[in-house]
C-alpha cells in the first residue's frame, strides 16, 4: 500500500476535505496510506512541498506561485479554500476600519498569506501600509485568536467556525472580505510536478478521494459536523454553521478544481507577485495542472 505523507496549515477547517477522506475510508478505498501533518506556519508547510517531506500539501497558493516564479516544481493540481471564508475580527473597543489607525494587524507572514490580502482590504478604506497600521506575523488562525484574546494584536482575519466564537465573545466583526474578492484561491492542492509525474498513478488515486470527499461533505451535513467537532474540538453549533457557510458559498470545489477565477484575482492582489521583476506567466491557467484530476474523474 503506498504511504503518503501530507502537509496542511493548522487544525482549521481548511482541512475538512482531507479528515473526511481518512474517516470516511476514501483513502483506504484507493489503497493508500495517508498521514496528514498539521504545521503552524504556512511558509514550513510549503518548505516541506519543496524538500520532499511532503508528497502533497494543502499549501498557501500564493507560497506555490512565487515558488513556481522563482525556478521552483510546485504546482496546482487541485482546489481547496476557493473563496475566502474569513471575517476580519477586531479586539471589542475598535467598532470601525478608522478605529483600526495605530493598530496592530495579525497576519499569517509577511511574506504571504493574508498579508497583501489585508493591505488591500484596508487601502479600500484609506488605511495604508505601514503609515496607518503594524502588520505583525502571528501564524495562522489558531495563533490569530490566541493573540487576540490576550490583546497582543487588535485585529485579524478569523476563519469559520472561530469567527462565531468570537463575535459570541464580544468580538467586532468587520465584514467579509469575500465581499470585495468573491473568487480567491486562498489554498491549493500542491505537488512537485516532477514528483506527480514519478507517481501518476499514487497521484490520481489520492485526487479521486479527494474529489469523493468534496461530494460527501456537501451532501453530508451530519457527519461533517461530527468530523469537524472531533478534529477541531468545537461545539456543535459552531461546527454546523462553518458547514452552512462553506456550503452556501461553494467555498470547498465541488469538483474538486482550483479556482481559475480565484487563482486570477490572488495574481491581481498579492504585493509579492507583482513586484517580481519578470514573470514567466501572467494567466491563471498556467499555474494549474488539472491533468490529473481529469484521469480521476475518468475512473
Not at 129 to 149: C, E, F, S
Not at 165 to 176: C, M, P, R, S
Not at 212 to 231: C, D, M, R, V
Not at 272 to 299: C, F, K, P, V, W
Request: hydrophobic letters at 40%; proline letters at 4%; glycine letters at 8%.
Amino acid at each position: 500500500m503506498p504511504a503518503l505523507t501530507v502537509g496542511a496549515v493548522s487544525r482549521n477547517y481548511f482541512n475538512m476535505p482531507l479528515w473526511i477522506a481518512q474517516h470516511a475510508g476514501f483513502f483506504n478505498q484507493e489503497g493508500l496510506s495517508v498521514t496528514i501533518e498539521l504545521i503552524e506556519g504556512i511558509d514550513e508547510v510549503t518548505r516541506r512541498l519543496v524538500d520532499g517531506r511532503f508528497h502533497l500539501a494543502l499549501n498557501v497558493t500564493e507560497n506555490t506561485i512565487l515558488n513556481s516564479e522563482q525556478g521552483g516544481r510546485l504546482e496546482i493540481i487541485a482546489g481547496n479554500v476557493n473563496r475566502l471564508p474569513f471575517s476580519f475580527i477586531a479586539r471589542p473597543h475598535i467598532r470601525s476600519y478608522a478605529d483600526l489607525r495605530g493598530a496592530r494587524i495579525g497576519v499569517s507572514s509577511i511574506n504571504a498569506g493574508s498579508s497583501s490580502l489585508i493591505m488591500r482590504l484596508l487601502a479600500s478604506h484609506g488605511l495604508l501600509h505601514p503609515r496607518d497600521y503594524t502588520l505583525v506575523p502571528v501564524g495562522p488562525i489558531l495563533a490569530r485568536w490566541k493573540m487576540l484574546l490576550s490583546g497582543e494584536i487588535d485585529a485579524g482575519l478569523q476563519g469559520a467556525p472561530l469567527n462565531y466564537v468570537a463575535v459570541d465573545a464580544g468580538f467586532t466583526d468587520l465584514g467579509n472580505p469575500r465581499t470585495q474578492f468573491p473568487d480567491f484561491q486562498f489554498t491549493s492542492l500542491d505537488a512537485d510536478r516532477d514528483w506527480a509525474k514519478r507517481n501518476e498513478t499514487v497521484v490520481v488515486r489520492f485526487l479521486r478521494a479527494y474529489t469523493q470527499a468534496h461530494h460527501w461533505f456537501y451532501e453530508n451535513k451530519g457527519g461533517a459536523t461530527q468530523i469537524a467537532q472531533k478534529e477541531m474540538s468545537v461545539d456543535r453549533h459552531y461546527a454546523e454553521r462553518a458547514w452552512a457557510d462553506y456550503v452556501c458559498d461553494e467555498i470547498f470545489p465541488r469538483d474538486g478544481r482550483a479556482s481559475v477565477r480565484g487563482v486570477q484575482t490572488l495574481l491581481t492582489v498579492s504585493a509579492l507577485i507583482r513586484d517580481l521583476a519578470a514573470r514567466s506567466r501572467t494567466r491563471a491557467e498556467q499555474y494549474i495542472n488539472h491533468s490529473y484530476l481529469e484521469i480521476a474523474a475518468r475512473g
